[in-house]
């Protein structure tokens, strides 16, 4: 099982809709979780971090499942602006740059 | 505030040329910095990480080198670019823990011909 998943997409959804996709870990160790933003041909953006309580940005919803061990992303009233690929990160300390995963995205398209 | 700069921002090379890209960061002391390699259609894969002034931590044997000279300097270099070193090549940059949150700099694309 790989360390880190993500469904590569490419989700279509139409403006305005409510969208969300998981991210799957395998070590159950994992401590620190976030989500970053990358356009095409630009450098990734760090989007939010992912608390163990959830935590909430604007129309963005991050949340933290240890049990199933997947974090999510929730985007509510989807804009155009949005159409992004959106990567997860999961990390444990301890296990030097093996400690630290990024997914290989997950390819969301909004439609007018 | 914090920023981070590469370049070039493009770079065409032939294979068997050297290589050296520069990465600098501004508004921190002592940051972790990394290098990252992102190939067409792939995720993100992690060349090297750096902890302070001439440490190094490689990840990926391969015919790439790293050096950190200075404390907000970073360096990814070659001396006999492959085909396979082609890709977007990115820099971040991190405080405290190697594990905490990372910010990117714009990267740079390179192609080997």
């Known amino acids: 099982r790989k360390e880190v998943e993500q469904d590569p997409g490419p989700f279509n959804v139409p403006e305005g809709a409510t969208v969300a996709f998981n991210c799957t870990y395998s070590n159950s160790a994992s401590q620190s979780f976030f989500w970053y933003r990358q356009d095409c041909r630009k450098e990734p953006k760090l989007l939010m971090s992912v608390y163990s309580s959830g935590n909430e940005d604007g129309r963005f919803t991050a949340q933290l499942n240890r049990a199933s061990q997947y974090i999510s992303l929730l985007i509510r009233d989807s804009k155009l602006s949005d159409s992004a690929t959106y990567l997860c990160v999961v990390t444990h300390s301890g296990g030097g740059a093996d400690g630290l995963t990024f997914g290989k995205g997950t390819h969301l398209i909004i439609q007018p | 505030s914090q920023t981070i700069h590469q370049w070039p921002a493009t770079l065409v090379q032939p294979v068997g040329s050297p290589l050296s890209l520069e990465c600098t960061v501004e508004?921190?002391?002592?940051?972790?910095l990394y290098w990252y390699r992102q190939a067409a259609g792939r995720g993100l894969q992690l060349l090297f990480y750096s902890v302070g002034i001439g440490q190094i931590s490689s990840e990926v044997p391969q015919n790439l080198s790293a050096s950190r000279p200075q404390d907000r300097q970073f360096i990814l270099s070659s001396k006999k670019l492959l085909l396979s070193d082609s890709g977007f090549y990115l820099c971040?940059?991190?405080?405290?823990?190697?594990?905490?949150?990372?910010?990117f700099g714009p990267g740079t694309r390179l192609t080997v011909l």
């Open positions: 971040a940059w991190s405080v405290g823990s190697i594990y905490n949150e990372q910010f």
């Open positions: 508004g921190t002391s002592n940051p972790n």
